[in-house]
């Protein structure tokens, strides 16, 4: 019985031991051998009854068994006691590089990769007659991209330079007439203010010789009373020379020079008379000579009033040529247009960078502005939304650690490159108002632009996509 219960006692005694040291796991106290209990142990943890105090029993010494126990419980201890210390030293040294780090860095994971994104669309109604790029390929600026039906508009192009060829000539026939009538109203403009000099000459010269008709009527009556009285006075003698000629007091040639002086004198007589006639008439003929100048003068007067209307002709030509030479700008950039529409037809890369949301399909009717692809840009970027609280020491030209969540082992380098003019709800659709209804405080973000080192990024240049989730870490240093 002794030496059961001594067994018993020195049983219990390193089952309480045991007990003594304790390790936190899960956030239990638990023996640290629970995990790993054997039968033994369970029957060494089994009470054993307490000897009654009344009656007395001698203290056994301890088994060989018990001492061996003794050394490892203590080496355990130094094990458990020196893990904990290298925990609480690893611990401490992670805790203050955590808190170092956190103190020289800002982070947030509410950023995303995004770029430039082209979308690409028809700008006139066509069908599609040929696609020449696939989903995801690459394309360089200017490459074509997809081809519409050009013949409705290559018949639009052929109007339009029918209409100008009609359009130039139409000029050409009124600048010809500007010429021809131009040189016309140039001509006889002045063969008609020559013809009116002429006239007005002719006035002068008419007016002239009815002036001296006019005198020389006065001086031939002159001239007839004159060779009147010779004529009397050669009479008288004549017949006073016939008489005195009868009667012989006179020779016969006496009587004949009496005779040959009165002949001249009526010859004289009915020349004078003849000269007044001739007198009366050249005065009529100056006289409608005059009249004559002043119809010429009239004619001419109204031949220069014809070249002058010639010349509102051709003012009305030149008219006639500038609006010919307006239908032909017309008519030219109606062609333009029409070539313009036809260029249309082949739809080309705006830059460079990848297809993506192809949706054209060759047969398809296109409309102006329909979507039928887009193009992401070459040279992504990210968008870090930071909370307002963060950009205190936050300037542009910071280096940037960027861990994106598609290559979780391969962290880039980036620079921040400039902050958003105004908060996420700024620019929202729907911007909340915060003078309606009770206001609660909310922290915003505000969008910073980061950019990626090239060098950093080599490699992976086309499987980083826009939208892609990103980590970022600010350097404050």
């Keep these: 019985m002794e030496s059961q219960s001594n067994n018993s006692n020195g049983k219990a005694a390193a089952v309480l031991d045991e007990e003594l040291v304790l390790v936190t796991q899960n956030g239990k106290n638990v023996h640290p051998e629970a995990a790993t209990v054997t039968p033994e142990v369970e029957e060494r ?65 509410d950023a995303y990769v995004t770029t430039n994104v082209h979308p690409v669309s028809s700008r006139i109604n066509g069908t599609v007659s040929n696609v020449l790029v696939k989903d995801n390929q690459q394309v360089e600026p200017g490459q074509l991209l997809v081809t519409l039906d050009p013949r409705d508009y290559q018949v639009q ?58 005198a020389g009527v006065p001086a031939a009556i002159a001239q007839v009373a004159q060779a009147d009285a010779n004529l009397q006075r050669s009479q008288a003698d004549y017949n ?32 004078a008379i003849q000269a007044v006639a001739q007198a009366q008439a050249n005065l009529a003929q100056a006289q409608e000579n005059v009249v004559k100048a002043q119809a010429q003068l009239a004619a001419s007067k109204g031949s220069l009033q014809q070249a002058q209307a010639t010349t509102n002709q051709t003012k009305i ?122 206001f609660t405080k909310i922290v915003q973000r505000i969008p910073v632009k980061i950019l990626f080192d090239p060098n950093s990024v080599r490699g992976y240049e086309s499987r980083i996509a826009p939208g892609m989730s990103v980590e970022v870490s600010v350097d404050l240093k």
Excluded at 61 to 73: D, G, L, N, T, V
Excluded at 243 to 270: C, E, F, M, S, W
């Design 317 to 438: 030509n030149q008219s006639q040529y500038q609006a010919a030479q307006a239908a032909i700008a017309q008519s030219q950039a109606s062609l333009k247009n029409a070539q313009l529409q036809l260029s249309y037809t082949n739809i080309y890369a705006p830059s460079a960078g990848r297809v993506g949301n192809k949706t054209v399909q060759v047969g398809a009717r296109e409309q102006p502005g329909t979507p039928m692809m887009s193009i992401t840009e070459n040279g992504d970027w990210v968008v870090a939304n930071f909370k307002e609280t963060q950009l205190e020491r936050i300037h542009p030209g910071q280096q940037v650690e960027v861990t994106i969540d598609a290559f979780p082992h391969h962290p880039f380098i980036g620079r921040v490159d400039s902050f958003s003019p105004g908060s996420g709800a700024t620019f929202a659709l729907l911007p909340s108002d915060n003078a309606t209804g009770n």
């Design 157 to 214: 192009v052929q109007q339009a330079q029918a209409s100008l060829e009609a359009a130039q000539r139409q000029a050409n026939a009124a600048l010809s007439s500007v010429n021809l009538a131009s040189g016309n109203a140039s001509g006889n403009t002045q063969q008609a203010q020559g013809n009116v000099s002429v006239a007005s000459a002719s006035i002068s010269t008419a007016i002239a010789a009815v002036n001296a008709a006019r």
């Design 45 to 109: 943890k089994v009470p054993v009854a307490e000897p009654d105090n009344d009656s007395k029993q001698e203290p056994t010494p301890p088994s060989e068994k018990e001492k061996s126990a003794a050394p490892k419980q203590k080496k355990r201890r130094v094990i458990i006691l020196a893990a904990l210390g290298v925990v609480a030293v690893v611990g401490g040294v992670f805790g203050f590089r955590w808190w170092q780090y956190g103190s020289t860095h800002e982070t947030t994971d």
């Design 240 to 271: 006073r020379y016939s008489t005195l000629y009868q009667q012989g007091a006179i020779p016969r040639q006496q009587l004949d020079t009496a005779k040959a002086t009165y002949q001249v004198n009526l010859a004289q007589k009915n020349s």
